[in-house]
Structure formats: structure tokens, C-alpha cells
């Protein structure tokens, strides 16, 4: 057989050669079919071939695809900062600032917050503090504050050392407190590393609103995040919201953190931006971040050649009007729900499944040896990779997620399809899941 010279997340594994997509469905060269159960990785999120965004790209490309920054702006990138700042929906504007991945969306919010404080002349307000059980992105900068042990623990020597806080991991909560008695340690967890630090030192606090990758859909409690937002506030440091996996309509509402009706100053955006038909992502900040820096540089102090570029625009913008006219946002909410409910009662059913939680159409489903102690398997059994290879041997696809109170030593995965997900489409996400944990579970518990 030829050797193949693109290099994959494992170069032992074979990878199905794709053909094409319809909807929810991909389809192989060799004609299977799989159930787009992650939607890439929470990425597509208004299924696949949609003839509305393969006509905006043809229109786009037909008038210009790229021009410089620097050189020019744009009408469709000019409409998407206006439309992006619509749904953001506060009481000041909020600018954005286009890249083309969530880690460099997250690495902008880092720059643009030291850069707020640079230029109110506060230059030793540079740190950025995080979560344990985080990921914010590959690029150095992003990995620095991601908690995700397997993608860091190569790097260490290049990655800064940044503070971490406690996740609000209810399922393992890391204080052994149960939600509301707790007083939500986790949160009062970040002022006193602040006070330690010292917040002349800091210049924002990253938070995804629900973690996705590196905690299988970790959901605060309620009033968590306006605990956050107040110590944020008490302390001078900006709160940055990473929603590159849950923004606009993933968990049901148009951004994660509105679940907990708070306004972030800076806010990360990617992966379902542009629902995977072109790379774009897009850092947002508050005109109260913006303004010491338009009095001073005038600009944010990054860019990369295809920032802002017409063609990803153009494609984002459909997107986002497509979610609006078909409603996605309500349906994620709605159907979310439905298969939430029908995914516990797998978890009541079988022994290997230890929980399942999820906001909207974002699920966690985590894996333990043992249902009582939350015991999780040894990692040398692999239970997440033979999950997602005996889901997608039956046409499903899943996404694999770090789990357990060491950032990474659990096993989980989670499902997320595409928002125009229909009820019986769930119903046989649901079947071919319940069969895909019927086999593992024969497998390891027999
Ligand atoms: N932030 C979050 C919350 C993510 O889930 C991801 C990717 O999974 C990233 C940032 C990085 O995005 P990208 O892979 O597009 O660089």
C-alpha cells in the first residue's frame, strides 16, 4: 500500500477517506454512512452541504476573496463585526477583532487585555489566570492556560507558568462539597489566588462558560459566574470568556455565558462561527477595553495575514443569518433536552457509564470503573478510544474528552450534533450509541 505522507493525530490508525456530506451524515469513499454525532468537533453546526453558505461562497468569490488589512476593509467583514456584536446583545459595543482558529481568538484575548492595561499605563498587569480543567487552544500562549495535561505535558519548558484556579467540577468536586452548601468554594478559590499574587500582576481571568475538551461539559452552578464577574470587577481584571466551543447556540443559548446572564469584556469565538465551511474566528472586546487602546495605539497590537479576510466573512455572516432564520438557538435548547434525557436513562442502565450532563445540544457522558466510588478505568484500558472505535464501526461519531480530577485521567466523550438535528435523527443517535455501550461495557465488564 502506498505510504501516505499526511501526517494524522496517529499515523497507526486508519482514517475512512471522506466523500462527502448531506445534513447530518458523512459519507466514506467506500459508501458508509456515519452520523455526524459530534458535529466534527463541535464544529458543523448546521450540518453539512447547506446550498445557502455554498452560494455566499461562490458570491463572495466571484467579487474578491482576500485583501489586506492594512490595505482595506471590507463590506462582509464591516457586516459580521456589526452582527457578531447584535447577538452579543449588552448595553455598550463590543468590537471584534477576526483571526482564523479558537487559539488564536483565545491568544488575541490574552494580548488584548495586557494591551487595555499597557495602555492605561498598568504594565505589570500581564498574567492571565485560569482554569485546571481548561483548553483554550494548541499555540503556546493558549496551551499555557489550558489545563489539558496529554497537550501540554511535551511543552512545558516553552509554556508560562500561569496560576490556575479549580474548575467547578460538581460530578469530582474538588473541595468534597456538594452545590449550594459549598458556597462555591470553587469560585472564592480565584480571589484568594489573586490576593496572593496580587493583582497588580494580573490582567484577566479566562474562563470557557462550560469546559468542553478537558472535562467532558463541565457546567457551574448556578450564580457562579456573577461570583466570578464580581471578584473579576473587585479586583481590577478583566473576565474573558472563551466560547469558542459553546458560542452561538451550541448549549441553547446564543452564548454559553448568557446561561448565567453575565457580560464578559472580552469574549473568544470560533468553531461554530463559520459551522466548519471556512477557518475563521473572532476575538470580541467591550468598548470599555477598547477605548485606552483606540486613545493610544489606535489598534490591537496582532494580525495574521488572513485576518478579516472577505471570503471567511462572507461565510460566517450566512452562517450566523442561517442559525437565526431556522432558529437553531431554540432547537439546540429544545432538542437538547430530549437527548439529554434519553442519555440518562443509558446512564441508569449501564454500570460503565458514571454521568451525563449537558446544556443544549453539548453532552458530556464520563466513564468510571465503578459507579459508587467514580473510580475511573485504568488508562491503559483505553476507554474512550474503543468507544469512539466501536461507535463509529456502527456509523456514529463521537468526540473524545479529558476527564477525572486530574485533568485528563477519566475517560469521557462527548456528543454534540449538529443544531438541525431532528427528533428521530436523535432517536437513532441514541440507538447506535446504546448498542456502541452495550459492546465496551461486554467488553471491560464481563
Ligand atoms: N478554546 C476552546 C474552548 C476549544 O474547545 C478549542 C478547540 O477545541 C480551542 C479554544 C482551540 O480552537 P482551535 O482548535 O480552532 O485552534
Known sequence: MKRSLLIKPNMDDHYPTVSHGQGIYIFDNKGKKYLDGSSGAVVA?????????????????????????????????????????????????????????????????????????????????????????????????????SGHVERRKRFIPLLEQYPSVSAPYCYRCPFQQTYPSCQLMCANELDTVIRRIGSEHI???????????????????????????????????????????????????????????????????????????????????????????????????????????????????????????????????????????????????????????????????EFVADKTTKVPFTKNVGVTKLVIDTAMEKGLLVYPAAAGSNGGDGDAVMIAPPLVITRDEIDHLVTLFEETIQDVQGQLIP
Not at 468542553?212 to 448556578?222: R, Y
Open 203 to 365: 490582567a484577566a481571568f479566562m474562563a470557557e462558560p462550560i469546559v468542553g475538551a478537558a472535562g467532558a461539559v463541565i457546567i457551574p452552578p448556578t450564580s457562579y459566574y456573577e461570583k466570578i464577574k464580581e471578584i473579576c470587577d473587585h479586583h481590577h481584571i478583566l473576565f474573558i470568556t472563551d466560547e469558542v466551543m459553546t458560542g452561538l447556540g451550541r448549549t441553547g443559548k446564543m452564548f454559553g455565558i448568557d446561561h448565567w446572564g453575565v457580560k464578559p469584556d472580552i469574549i473568544a469565538l470560533g468553531k461554530g462561527m463559520s459551522a466548519g465551511y471556512t477557518p475563521i474566528a473572532a476575538t470580541l472586546a467591550s468598548e470599555s477595553v477598547m477605548e485606552p487602546i483606540l486613545q493610544g495605539s489606535k489598534s490591537i497590537m496582532s494580525g495574521h495575514t488572513y485576518s478579516a479576510n472577505p471570503q471567511s466573512a462572507a461565510v460566517a455572516l450566512e452562517v450566523l443569518n442561517y442559525i437565526e432564520k431556522h432558529q437553531l438557538v431554540k432547537k439546540s435548547a429544545k432538542h437538547g433536552e430530549y437527548l439529554l434525557q434519553k442519555l440518562k436513562q443509558i446512564q441508569f442502565k449501564y454500570q460503565m457509564v458514571g454521568d451525563v450532563r449537558g446544556k443544549g445540544l453539548m453532552i458530556g457522558v
Open 45 to 145: 453546526s448546521i450540518g453539512h452541504a447547506v446550498p445557502e453558505i455554498m452560494n455566499s461562497m461562490t458570491e463572495q468569490a466571484q467579487h474578491i476573496s482576500f485583501v489586506y488589512r492594512s490595505q482595506f476593509t471590507s463590506a462582509p467583514a464591516e457586516k459580521l463585526a456589526d452582527k457578531l456584536n447584535k447577538l452579543v446583545h449588552a448595553n455598550q459595543d463590543y468590537y471584534s477583532f477576526f483571526v482564523n482558529s479558537g487559539s488564536e481568538a483565545t491568544e488575541t484575548a490574552m494580548k488584548t487585555a495586557i494591551q487595555h492595561w499597557q495602555e492605561k499605563g498598568f504594565s505589570t498587569k500581564n498574567k492571565i489566570l485560569s482554569r485546571w480543567s481548561s483548553y483554550h487552544g494548541i499555540t503556546l500562549g493558549a496551551l499555557s492556560l
